[in-house]
T-cell receptor, first 112, second 113 residues
């Protein structure tokens, strides 16, 4: 099955700086890569996703890049704000599949 | 509109007891998923429904776990003879088509004493 690894496990950044989280996946058939944000005690919420037919996608301060050859994808958050503090999960799913395989999560803390 | 809802939000039970966890998906969503999230980990897939049928239950850890979705909407995850290792947050998600964005519920925190 698909194995997703996520780094770093914790990340502390100064407000206004950028944050980068990286994930690798094992199955070359994976073609859908969502990122979820989970605040303490809350549900995971989709913040951005990318499919394998594109290499980059942006939404305001958030961007995701995908390198299919290397089987890795990254989340970039620019101009971080205190409300960006949360646990972020990357995930991957195989073509025409439905199961999401999640990384272990990255705890992001934005220092004011 | 209303999102995915789950009840109860918290469930404390004793080892060996039976529990039922309920999920109400977003109206009109045909696909429904159950995941389990242990402390400090990402969600792990348990089972997936397309309509009323379980299309894939390969993530269920053993035969103590069972899930139903009799009318293609609400789903119930059933755990028999609970063990302390079953303690986790059980998340439900739904999507309108497959594969597509999965929207998660708030989860049920199960604690087995």
């Amino acid at each position: 099955g698909e194995n997703v690894e996520q780094h770093p496990s914790t990340l502390s950044v100064q407000e206004g700086d950028s944050a980068v989280i990286k994930c690798t996946y094992s199955d070359s058939a994976s073609n859908y890569f969502p990122w979820y944000k989970q605040e303490l005690g809350k549900r995971p919420q989709l913040i951005i996703d990318i499919r394998s037919n594109v290499g980059e996608k942006k939404d305001q301060r958030i961007a995701v890049t995908l390198n299919k050859t290397a089987k890795h994808f990254s989340l970039h958050i620019t101009e971080t704000q205190p409300e960006d503090s949360a646990v972020y999960f990357c995930a991957a799913s195989i073509s025409n599949d439905y199961k999401l395989s999640f990384g272990a999560g990255t705890t992001v803390t934005v220092r004011a | 509109g209303a999102g995915v809802s789950q009840t109860p939000s918290n469930k404390v039970t004793e080892k060996g007891k039976y529990v039922e966890l309920r999920c109400d998906p977003i109206s009109g969503h045909t696909a429904l998923y159950w995941y389990r999230q242990s402390l400090g980990q990402g969600p792990e897939f348990l089972i997936y429904f397309q309509g009323t049928g379980a299309a894939d239950d390969s993530g269920l850890p053993n035969d103590r776990f069972f899930a139903v979705r009799p009318e293609g909407s609400v789903s119930t995850l059933k755990i028999q003879r609970t063990e302390r290792g079953d303690s986790a947050v059980y998340l439900c998600a739904s999507s309108s088509v497959v594969p597509d964005t999965q929207y998660f519920g708030p989860g049920t925190r199960l604690t087995v004493l």
